[in-house]
């Protein structure tokens, strides 16, 4: 079947560093993915998206970079902050499959 | 903005009971899904709905029905509750029935089964 897996599943950071967080998916035919971050004790929260007709797309203080070739996403959030830490996770909506997550700590 | 309730956050039940899990959102969107969140697995499809009366198995069916009576509302039902459906549920909707629209999530409902 489809997978969509993270790499690493904890990133710790400094506040201020710059965190990638990275994810694969297996489906060459999937055209949308989307990011999201997840609180402990909620749902999870839309923070960008992006389709296979681009190479990368920035929101505020976050990019997502799309690697076709090598069926390939990351998620760069610039500046991190405390208020960053929580599991991000990725989501391919062409096949309705998520990653697993990945725990960004971000230390004071 | 899109808001997405569920009924429960914690829901504490016996192995065997009947249990129901309601989810309701407020921006008439179409679709409807239910999902299991497990550690080290991520979000699994459980079922979804593209409409009123309408529902399609998703990828982990076994254990659960679901009922969507009226657009806003689609709920999740375990008949026979057991231990290993100890979870985190959530529920999300999206306005159409484009698979590459975004899902808006419910906060979530822990069920423990013991």
């Known amino acids: 079947g489809e997978s969509v897996g993270l790499h690493l599943p904890t990133l710790s950071v400094q506040e201020g560093d710059n965190s990638i967080i990275n994810c694969a998916y297996s489906?060459?035919?999937?055209?949308?993915f989307i990011w999201y971050k997840q609180e402990s004790g909620k749902g999870p929260q839309f923070i960008i998206d992006i389709r296979s007709n681009m190479d990368k797309r920035q929101g505020q203080r976050v990019t997502v970079l799309l690697n076709k070739t090598v069926k390939h996403l990351s998620l760069q959030i610039a500046a991190t902050q405390p208020g960053d830490s929580a599991v991000y996770f990725c989501a391919d909506y062409s096949t309705l499959t998520f990653g697993k997550g990945t725990m960004l700590l971000v230390s004071p | 903005d899109v808001k997405v309730t569920q009924s429960s956050r914690y829901l504490v039940k016996r192995t065997g009971e009947k249990v129901f899990l309601e989810c309701v959102q407020d921006?008439?969107?179409?679709?409807m899904f239910w999902y299991r969140q497990d550690p080290g697995l991520g979000l699994r499809l459980i079922y979804f709905?593209?409409?009123?009366?309408?529902?399609e198995k998703g990828d982990i069916p076994e254990g659960y029905s679901v009922s969507r009576e009226k657009k806003e509302r689609f709920s999740l039902i375990l008949e026979s509750a057991s231990t290993n459906q100890t979870s985190m549920y959530l529920c999300?909707?999206?306005?159409?029935?484009?698979?590459?629209?975004?899902?808006?999530f419910g906060p979530g409902t822990r069920l423990l089964v013991l």
């Open positions: 489906n060459s035919a999937s055209d949308y």
């Open positions: 709905s593209y409409d009123v009366k309408m529902k």
């Open positions: 999300a909707s999206t306005q159409g029935r484009n698979r590459g629209e975004t899902q808006y």
């Open positions: 921006m008439d969107h179409e679709n």
